[in-house]
Every structure is written in C-alpha cells, then in structure tokens.
C-alpha cells in the first residue's frame, strides 16, 4: 500500500508559478513510475508528467517548457514546479503511483489560475 498526498495547490495570477508536493507514506525508490494527472471542471483527467526512478521525464504536450517534474528519494516526495501558468492550467491535480502492478492516486489539490 502506498498513500499520496499532495500540497501546494492554491490561488495565482495567470505568469505565476506553483510547486505542488506528493508525499508518500513509504519509500519511493522502489517504485518505478510517479506521475501528476489533472481534472478540469466538465473534463476528463489528464495526464500531466511522469517521471521514473532512474529519472526519465514525460510530459504533456501543453505543458512542455513550463512545468518541471522531480523526485526526491530520501524524502519521499515527488514535486511538480509549475512556471508560467496559464488559465487553463486549472484543475485539481492529482498524484499518482505505479508500484507492483497497482495504481496508487493522492486526493488531489486545486490549482487556479486567474487571468
């Protein structure tokens, strides 16, 4: 089992940046896949980025450029830095884990983006 949650979610001006946190209730050097995913109002979740544990990245093609995904093994903790951030940017953001076979997902933190 593994629990997620995440912080840092909140309110900013359209250009403004926001580093979101997913901690996890167990060591994460062991778990090959942890990811951000995000649900606009009347959409379906996306995926975000993603990033391994020898530290390949993924990322959306909308956010390319503008958001930064890291892990950090010893704190257990996944981030997602989110510069130049547009209104359409917000959505709660949720993260996520693959460990064993089984998807792991965080309760999910609001971001908006105001213009």
């Known amino acids: 089992q593994v629990q997620l949650v995440e912080s840092g979610g909140g309110l900013v001006q359209a250009g403004g940046s926001l580093r979101l946190s997913c901690a996890a209730s167990?060591?994460?050097?062991?778990?090959?896949?942890m990811g951000w995913y995000r649900q606009a109002p009347g959409k379906q979740r996306e995926l975000v980025a993603t990033?391994?544990?020898?530290?390949?990245?993924f990322y959306a093609d909308s956010v390319k450029g503008r958001f930064t995904i890291s892990r950090d093994n010893a704190k257990n903790t996944v981030y997602l830095q989110m510069n130049s951030l547009k209104p359409e940017d917000t959505a709660v953001y949720f993260c996520?884990?693959?460990?064993?076979?089984?998807?792991?997902w965080g309760q999910g933190t609001q971001v908006t983006v105001s213009s």
């Open positions: 167990r060591s994460i050097f062991s778990i090959n896949n």
């Open positions: 990033i391994t544990n020898i530290g390949s990245t």
């Open positions: 996520t884990a693959v460990r064993a076979g089984k998807d792991y």
